[in-house]
């Protein structure tokens, strides 16, 4: 088994492709060991020294380290516990996943509402994996889109700026109601 590793725009989290599918459908961002109780891959991940995040995408897996430790050290690491998950043939998720967090929306926003998650599915979201991140829509209350950032996306430096003067910008162009995007943390 070959594992790809690529940089993103977050220089503490690097993006990891065993070329193979991880979640398949949907994504999941554990942001503490605690959280990765329910993924065996998560929890061997967390049980390496320096591993502050792990974001499990359709295909890919984004590390996030903590600043006391560098790639060099980590990366072998990280690469060693993913192939020995993935040849034991272990599952990534064990269990029922939990349901979403639920969305702030006004009934009478749905067409709008509709129109921006269409925007963030097709012209956001695969850009953003393509940094090893997700963006996760949580609302729309007078004009202000709530976004999600997760994976490398989450703590990224450049993610204010990705979020306000592009996705800003692009929601506002094509839907008028929309004002402005706020990042929201769970």
């Known amino acids: ?13 690097l993006k990891f492709l065993p070329g193979r599918d991880v979640m398949g459908q949907g994504t ?9 109780a329910a993924s065996p891959l998560a929890a061997a991940l967390f049980a390496l020294p ?16 903590a600043d006391s ?10 690469l060693g516990a993913m192939m020995e998950h993935f040849v034991t043939g272990r599952p990534v998720i064990e269990g029922e996943q939990t349901a979403a967090a639920e ?10 509402v509709a129109q921006i998650k269409e925007l963030l599915d097709t012209r956001v ?7 090893g991140g997700d963006i996760v829509f949580r609302g729309f209350r007078d004009g202000i889109v709530h976004l999600h950032m997760q994976g490398a ?10 979020l ?20 929201v943390e769970l």
């Open 1 to 13: 088994m070959f594992i790809e590793t690529e940089g993103t725009p977050n220089p503490a989290t």
């Open 28 to 36: 999941v961002d554990f942001a503490s060991p605690e959280s990765a």
């Open 50 to 65: 320096g591993v502050a995040r792990v974001f499990l995408g359709s295909d890919f897996v984004t590390v996030t380290k």
């Open 69 to 78: 430790i560098d790639w060099q050290s980590l990366r072998p690491q990280v």
């Open 103 to 112: 969305e702030d929306v006004s009934p009478e926003d749905a067409d709008i």
């Open 125 to 131: 979201r695969p850009a953003v994996a393509g940094d």
């Open 153 to 162: 996306c989450s703590g990224c430096p450049s993610s204010r700026a990705t």
């Open 164 to 183: 306000k003067h592009g996705i800003e910008n692009m929601l506002r162009h094509y839907i008028p109601e929309v004002v402005a995007v706020q990042q």
